[in-house]
């Protein structure tokens, strides 16, 4: 399938689905429930910081109670068996990658189980319950967040992700909609860099068409039928 290049391999919230986490943008999903406005974004934050805290408290409650599903599973018997070959990189602030054996996950949208101080950048592990009056362990001010990115923030690893999209042969992108960037335009960089790609979803996302390949189903089954595949198990 790849050659003996490198495959690139984004997720999104369509990976944690069947792992009961929800989606955004799908019937039901997060974004139909909240007002992104008020609860994923500096300004939000500002407003009303207890919002997006309780906000976050909720998801991280379902994140540490969820369990990997087999699309995490089968990602990580891939990286196992290839090693450095496969890099992951992962829209998803749940840690159900690496629950699943896999390492170096890429979170370029931050982390639900880290916290952030706005004051002076320390990170730590988060508590399962944050609180806007919470002193920052480091420098003590009441100015701790989830680690995690908002819209209209830099999302992470940006620079190391379009160095491996540079130099890849396969660039997968499973469960994602699609629908935000910078991580909507990472199929035209590796194509760009001469890549085959692939969408794993369980409908055409918002840019499939940008895809040489396409498959479509639940992530628990078309995504370890096609690691059995490139495995050569199949
Ligand atoms: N298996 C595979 N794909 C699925 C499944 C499933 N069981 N369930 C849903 N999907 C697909 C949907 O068809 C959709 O294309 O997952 C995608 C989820 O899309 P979104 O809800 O938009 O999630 P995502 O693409 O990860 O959103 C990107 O937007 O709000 C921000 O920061 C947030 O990281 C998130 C980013």
């Known amino acids: 399938m790849a050659g003996a290049g490198k495959i690139v391999i984004l997720t999104g919230a369509g990976a944690s689905a069947e792992s009961g986490l929800g989606t955004f943008r799908d019937a039901g999903g997060l974004w139909q429930k909240y007002d992104l406005a008020k609860v994923a974004t500096p300004e939000g934050f500002a407003r009303n910081p207890a919002l997006v805290h309780d906000f976050y408290n909720a998801r991280r409650a379902n994140a540490l109670a969820a369990v990997p599903n087999a ?4 990602l990580a018997r891939l990286q196992a068996d290839w090693s450095d070959k496969v890099v992951l990189v992962t829209q998803n602030i749940d840690a159900l990658h690496e629950r699943a054996g896999s390492h170096t996950v890429l979170h370029m949208h931050g982390e639900i189980e880290r916290a952030l101080c706005a004051a002076c950048g320390h990170r730590w592990q988060a508590p399962a319950e944050m609180r806007p009056a919470d002193p920052c362990p480091a420098c003590g001010a009441p100015a701790t967040r989830p680690d995690v990115v908002w819209f ?37 960089e590796a194509r760009a860099a001469g890549a085959e790609t692939l969408e794993l979803n369980l409908e055409p996302s918002d840019v499939s068409r940008a895809f040489h390949r396409r498959r479509y189903g639940p ?8 690691v059995t595949e490139v495995l050569g198990e199949g």
């Open 152 to 188: 209209g923030e830099i999302p992470y690893h940006m620079e190391e992700i379009y160095g491996h999209l540079a130099g890849c042969t396969l660039f997968v992108a499973l469960g994602t909609s699609g629908s935000v960037w910078p991580a909507a335009g990472f199929v035209a």
């Open 219 to 226: 992530a628990s089954e078309v995504v370890p039928a096609w």
């Open 71 to 74: 699309a995490h599973r089968a």
